[in-house]
């Protein structure tokens, strides 16, 4: 028996009641969709003109996507796609910190429906005691030295079906956790509503925040949400394993790592995992 609740449907009226009047005015389209291929696909097919802060969210997806090509597995139900066009005048913003901005806009989002304890594998999953909770991908797509579309996408497990478990456990590779079992008692039926509110009202005061000051505001906070630096770690690459420390995140994204018989190096495109000494 799945004693997780499926609380309402999704719905684009509802989530708008949740946002502060600021959100509702930066928002220009709101799509609520019962099942697509990917929301980050969805967005990057609307016509040129609509996808410049529209939002997408989704009940499932047929093929979610993550980082280096990974599907995302997307039940119904349960949890929240969402993905959020966005564009940039290029010149202005190293777009690659977007991820990691992403990543803290998701942590204070998360703050707010109570949860505590979370924080970030770099560039952008969001874990709890090792499992993953949420993830990130962001792709851009520039139109010479213009603007600049990037397409925001976030998966968050709200609350994975229970009797998915053993079913799960087979697909998903690495540990998972959903927000309904590592919040405080009182706050476990938040709707998932409100939830996809926050994210998407955190996403656009942090895309502002982005815009207008660029990374250097976000990186104290980055210190605080960082998973990594100190660590021993080990980076999959070119078929084989190297093992470094990490120092920190620099200006531009990149992750700072002591590398074993190499020094210092700044890695931007790198599968890292934390390798206990």
């Known amino acids: 028996m799945n004693h997780h609740k499926i609380d309402s449907l999704l719905d684009a009226e509802r989530i708008k009641a949740h946002l502060s009047s600021a959100s509702q005015a930066q928002l220009r389209e709101l799509t609520v969709l019962q099942e697509t291929d990917s929301t980050n696909t969805f967005v990057t097919r609307l016509p040129a003109g609509r996808r410049h802060a529209h939002a997408v969210v989704a009940e499932s997806q047929t093929s979610g996507r993550g980082r ?29 910190c977007l991820p990691l901005v992403t990543a803290l806009c998701v942590c204070r989002a998360l703050e707010r429906t109570g949860l505590r304890g979370h924080g970030i594998k770099w560039p952008n999953d969001i874990l709890v005691d090792g499992a993953k909770l949420a993830g990130i991908l962001v792709e851009t797509q520039a139109v010479g030295s213009g603007p600049a579309l990037a397409v925001i996408g976030i998966g968050l497990n709200v609350r994975m079906p229970v009797s998915d478990s053993g079913h799960l456990a087979a697909i998903i590779d690495r540990p998972w956790t959903d927000l309904a079992s ?41 210190q605080a949400r960082d998973l990594l630096t ?48």
Not at 68 to 96: C, D, E, M
């Open 68 to 96: 280096r090509q990974r599907s995302w597995h997307s039940p119904a139900g349960g949890n929240i796609y969402l993905s959020l066009g966005w564009r940039f005048a290029v010149q202005s913003t190293a777009l690659s």
């Open 182 to 222: 590592q919040l405080p008692a009182e706050r476990r039926d938040v709707c998932r509503n409100e939830i996809a509110a926050l994210l998407l009202e955190e996403l656009l005061l942090g895309l502002a925040s982005f815009e207008d000051r660029g990374f250097a505001v976000f990186h104290g906070e980055w």
């Open 230 to 277: 100190g660590k021993r770690l080990r980076l999959e690459g070119n078929g084989g394993f190297r093992y470094g420390r990490a120092i920190g995140v620099e200006d531009d994204g990149g992750l700072a790592v002591d590398i074993e018989g190499y020094g210092p190096q700044v890695l931007y495109a790198a599968e890292v995992s934390i390798h206990d000494d």
